[in-house]
């Protein structure tokens, strides 16, 4: 299977600690692939650096061949890699609709001055992008909320919210933060079945999760960090069976 996202000796310190050191994994088109490791093992931080939100010390990122290293954060959704925050980022006082079309600014082709002047070419678009993120406000189960504020939702729902926006911007490659915190068991579960639809649709997705029920279900492969390393990469049920990826929980609790 092609590597969409090549990821090599990639290191991050903070100060003199050092968040992640030399970690190396690929995501190949078509996969979901988890990466998990106890609190503090620097899942985040590999995600921030491989979202452009901020700079490796060391090492490469390389998505769909062409190195990341001067790409702006801001172009990333162009470049087909969209992402969710661990911690919700959603605008309160904005319709549901209006949170998603946020995740489609990179498609629209009308300039400021078109869209001043409301000219046909802009409301045109303006119409697409309604429909596009009408489309997959359904497909994640908010159709009855597309028109209410998003302050009125429950946290479960602006979860589901959040993956729609990530969505819309018809990513080759989905990055998720912890998408199942604070989810009960039958969302956790419809999130899944969601994230197979999204890999069996072609966009590949790098999951960072604690729910082991979840990452069990749906990774194809995973990549376990502990401390900042790689300890361990395989199917989940290697990664179950690993005697190094064992001792590194219990080590935890
Ligand atoms: N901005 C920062 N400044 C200083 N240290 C940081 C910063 N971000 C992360 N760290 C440190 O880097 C290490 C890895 O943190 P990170 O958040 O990536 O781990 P994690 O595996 O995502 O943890 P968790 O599962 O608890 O979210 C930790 O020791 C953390 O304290």
């Known amino acids: 299977m092609t590597t969409l996202l090549d990821v090599q000796k990639l290191s991050r310190d903070f100060g003199g600690v050092r968040a992640v050191n030399q970690v190396d994994f690929q995501v190949r088109e078509g996969e979901i692939l988890a990466l998990i490791g106890p609190n503090g093992a620097g899942k985040s931080t590999v995600l921030n650096m491989v979202s452009g939100v901020i700079p490796p010390s060391e090492g490469e990122i390389r998505f769909s061949n062409q190195p990341l290293t001067r790409v702006q954060g801001y172009e990333y959704a162009g470049l087909g890699i969209t992402r969710t925050f661990q911690n919700l980022q959603t605008f309160d006082d ?59 939702l429950p946290y479960g729902k602006l979860r589901l919210m959040e ?10 490659l989905l990055l998720l933060d912890e998408p199942a915190a604070g989810l009960n068991h039958t969302e956790t579960a419809e999130m899944s079945r969601m994230f197979c639809e999204i890999r069996d649709n072609g966009t590949a997705i790098l999951l960072v999760e604690h729910d082991m029920d979840m990452i069990m279900m749906i990774a194809d492969r995973i990549v376990v960090l502990d401390q900042g390393s790689k300890i361990a990469e395989g199917t989940p049920r290697e990664i179950q069976e690993n005697p190094r990826v064992i001792a590194a929980y219990l080590g935890a609790e």
């Open 163 to 172: 993956i729609a926006r990530a969505m819309v911007a018809k990513p080759r």
């Open 94 to 152: 904005m319709t549901v609709l209006e949170n998603v079309m946020v995740g489609m600014h990179t498609q629209t082709s009308a300039s400021l001055f078109s869209c001043g002047m409301n000219l046909a070419k802009s409301r045109k678009e303006e119409k697409m992008m309604q429909e596009q993120a009408q489309t997959w406000i359904e497909n994640v189960g908010l159709a009855e909320e597309a028109s209410l504020l998003a302050g009125s």
